[in-house]
C-alpha cells in the first residue's frame, strides 16, 4: 500500500512488446452532476468491501533469507532490498493450487461485503493474470490458470462486483522511473513514456477481458515521475473502455493527506482514499472509503499475528457509514490462495452482525449530529434514524438538539416492533434504552415525519457558575483529530492546526479559574497549547503521563469572561513535539 517511499525492476525477459507504443491518449470524459450520482449509486449503496492483497510477496511471507522482516509484508522487496534477479524466483515457487475462488466470494458475501477489490499488479509488478505483455505475470508460474477470470465468473455468480488495485509505482519493469539506490540494472534507456503505454495495455486486458469492472483501485502514484498530466490522461483512457467504471483518486496527484481530493485544480478521481484512518468528520463534500487491515500488514505474514476483533470492525464498518463513507476491509491471502483462519473467522462474526443489521448500513447517509455522541454512532435513510449504542454500561442515551417527528422508536430486528419508551423536550430526545444484546452494536430504529432536524444545544453552567467541557460535547475541527469513546477524550491530534472548541451559555460572569485535563506517551511531551476565549488566553506545555490512557490535570491560571450570553472556548496547539499534541478529555472552568 501506499508509503512514502517508491521503486522500480527489471522485467526479466526480453524487449517491451511493441503492441503497447500505439495506445492512444484519450480524449476526456466528463459526467455531469445527475451522470456521475449514477455512476456511484451502487458504490455508495454498497458500504462494505473486501480488499485482497495477493501476490508473490505471499511466498516469503515477511520473511527473507530466514529473517524476519518487518513492517508491511507486500513491501518485503523494498524493505528488505531485494534485487530483482534474487526476487525473481518466488515466480516459480508461487502455485497457489488451494485457490477456490467461489469460497472467495462466499466468505466475502457471507461477511456482508458487496464488492472485493483484488490486487491484479502490486508494487513488485507482478501481474495476478496471464499478460500476453511480457512474462512477469501468473501465466508463467506453475500455477496454468487465470485466478482473476475465475473471481470474475465467481463474483458475477455470486452478486459480488468485481474491482482491480493496480500500481502505477513499478519494482520490476524496466522503464519505472525511479530505480532505487540499490538497483543496480542500467537505467540509461528507461523511458516512463513508454512504461505508461505499457501500463495502458495490461490495463486494456484487465478491462477487456473480465467483464464490467466496478473500481480500478490505483495506487503508487505519489514519485515524482506521476504527474497531473498523465493521471488526467489515465483516468480518461480507462473511462473511454469502460465509460461507468469508478476510478478512485489516486490516479491523479490531487490526493490530500487525509485522503480525500483537493479542489484547487483539476484533479481527476471519482473518490477519496483514507488508508488506515476513518475521518473524524468524514470527507465533507466528496464519496470516500477507508480501506484498513484486520492485522498490521496488507499482504499475509507468517509473523504477523496483531487480530483486530470483530467487534473493532463491526465498529469500523457503522463509523463509516455514520460518516457518509465506505469501508474497505483487507484480507492477504497465503501463497496456497488460501485465506488466513484468523481473517474468515473475524468476518463471519461480522456476517452474524450484518445478517441482523444490515439495513442500518446499506444506502445509508451520514447521521445528522455535527458532534460526536459518547454512546455510540447514528446513520440514516428518509424517514429513519439507526442508533449504533456501543455503550451498554449506560441505561438511557440522549439525542441532543433533535427535532422530529416520531413515529415509532423500536430495536432492529425485533419483529414485533415492540416500543422503546422516550421523551422529548428543549434539549432533544432522550431514549430509555431496553436489552442490548449485541456487545458490538445493538441498534434502534426511530421512524419519523419527514427530515430530522438538529438544533444547536448551548450547554449551561452550574448553580456555582463552574463549567466541566467535556471532549463527548466538543466541535473538532480539522483532518485528524477526533473523538475516542474508549477513552473519552479527543484523540488523534497529530496535526498541530486541528482546534478543539466549545460554546455555552455564560449567564455569570467573572474571573474562572482553568484546569485541563491530559494524557501523553512521554516520548511526545512538550507540544505547547493555547485555551482562548473572547482574545484572551491561557497557555500550556504538555506533560508525559506515562501514556495516551493515563490523565493528569493541569492548571493554567485565570481568564476573565464578563460578556454575557453564547461564549467560545477554543484550544489550539502552538507547536507539536512528538507524534501528536495530547489527549484532552475536559476543560473545568471554576469561577472565583
Request: hydrophobic letters at 35%.
Amino acid at each position: 500500500m501506499i508509503a512514502t517511499i517508491l521503486m522500480s525492476l527489471v522485467l526479466a525477459t526480453g524487449p517491451k512488446p511493441q503492441a503497447t507504443a500505439s495506445v492512444p491518449k484519450a480524449a476526456p470524459k466528463m459526467d455531469t452532476k445527475a451522470q456521475h450520482d449514477k455512476r456511484m449509486s451502487w458504490f455508495r449503496d454498497a458500504r462494505f468491501g473486501m480488499f485482497i492483497h495477493w501476490g508473490l510477496y505471499s511466498v516469503p511471507a515477511g520473511y527473507w533469507n530466514g529473517k524476519e522482516v518487518p513492517g508491511a509484508a507486500e513491501w518485503l522487496q523494498y524493505t528488505a532490498q531485494v534485487k530483482p534477479e534474487d526476487y525473481e524466483p518466488l515466480q516459480q515457487q508461487f502455485n497457489p493450487v488451494n485457490f477456490d475462488a467461489k469460497k472467495w466470494v462466499q466468505i466475502a458475501k457471507d461477511a456482508g461485503m458487496k464488492y472485493i477489490v483484488i490486487t491484479s499488479k502490486h508494487h513488485e509488478g507482478f501481474g495476478m493474470w496471464p499478460s500476453k505483455l511480457g512474462t512477469w505475470n501468473i501465466g508463467h508460474t506453475q500455477f496454468h490458470r487465470d485466478p482473476l477470470k475465475e473471481l470474475a465468473a465467481a463474483c458475477k455468480e455470486g452478486g459480488i462486483r468485481l474491482c482491480f488495485y493496480h500500481s502505477i509505482m513499478d519494482w520490476h519493469e524496466p522503464d519505472y522511473l525511479p530505480r532505487r539506490s540499490w538497483d543496480t540494472r542500467d537505467a540509461s534507456h528507461a523511458d516512463m513514456d513508454r512504461y505508461v503505454q505499457y501500463m495502458k495495455g495490461q490495463l486494456k486486458e484487465l478491462l477487456t477481458g473480465y467483464g464490467p469492472i466496478g473500481i480500478l483501485w490505483f495506487d503508487g502514484q505519489w514519485e515524482d515521475t506521476w504527474t497531473h498530466e498523465r493521471g488526467k490522461d489515465l483516468y480518461n483512457y480507462i473511462r473511454s473502455l469502460q465509460p461507468n467504471i469508478i476510478v478512485n483518486n489516486r490516479v491523479d496527484t490531487g490526493r490530500s493527506e487525509g485522503g480525500g481530493t483537493a479542489k484547487s485544480e483539476d484533479f481527476v478521481g471519482d473518490y477519496g482514499t483514507p488508508e488506515q484512518t476513518i475521518p473524524a468528520n468524514g470527507i465533507p463534500g466528496q464519496d470516500w472509503e477507508s480501506c484498513m487491515t484486520m492485522n498490521d500488514t496488507w499482504g499475509f505474514s507468517a509473523h504477523d499475528h496483531n487480530w483486530k476483533s470483530s467487534t473493532t470492525l463491526i465498529r469500523n464498518l457503522i463509523d463509516c457509514a455514520s460518516k457518509g463513507g465506505n469501508y474497505l476491509l483487507n484480507v492477504g491471502p497465503t501463497s496456497l490462495g488460501e485465506i488466513p483462519d484468523a481473517s474468515i473467522e473475524r468476518l463471519a462474526e461480522v456476517g452474524a452482525w450484518m445478517h441482523k443489521y444490515s439495513e442500518s448500513v446499506y444506502g445509508t447517509s451520514a447521521g445528522p449530529f455535527p458532534k460526536a455522541l459518547a454512546w455510540g454512532k447514528v446513520t440514516q435513510k428518509p424517514g429513519k434514524l439507526y442508533l449504533h449504542v456501543f455503550d451498554h454500561t449506560v441505561s438511557s442515551i440522549d439525542l441532543p438538539g433533535l427535532k422530529a417527528d416520531v413515529k415509532a422508536l423500536y430495536l432492529l430486528g425485533d419483529p414485533g416492533k415492540t416500543p422503546v419508551s422516550f421523551t422529548m423536550d428543549d434539549t432533544g430526545i432522550h431514549v430509555k434504552l431496553p436489552a442490548m444484546p449485541d456487545e458490538a452494536s445493538t441498534v434502534l430504529v426511530i421512524e419519523i415525519k419527514g427530515k430530522p432536524v438538529v438544533n444547536p444545544v448551548l450547554q449551561q453552567q452550574a448553580r456555582d457558575g463552574s463549567l466541566v467541557l467535556n471532549a463527548v460535547d466538543a466541535d473538532v475541527s480539522g483532518s485528524n483529530a477526533q473523538f475516542e469513546a474508549a477513552k473519552n477524550a479527543i484523540g488523534f491530534w497529530t496535526k498541530q492546526e486541528d482546534t478543539v472548541s466549545w460554546s455555552f451559555d455564560l449567564k455569570k460572569a467573572g474571573f474562572f479559574h482553568v484546569r485541563v485535563e491530559v494524557a501523553c506517551e512521554d516520548v511526545s511531551k512538550g507540544s505547547k497549547f493555547d485555551v482562548t476565549v473572547n482574545n484572551q488566553k491561557v497557555s500550556g506545555t504538555v506533560p508525559g503521563t506515562g501514556g495516551w490512557e493515563k490523565f493528569v490535570s493541569l492548571d493554567l491560571g485565570t481568564l476573565k469572561l464578563d460578556t454575557l450570553g453564547k461564549t467560545t472556548l477554543t484550544v489550539q496547539a502552538t507547536s507539536l513535539a512528538g507524534y501528536a499534541v495530547m489527549n484532552l478529555r475536559s476543560v473545568k472552568l471554576t469561577l472565583n
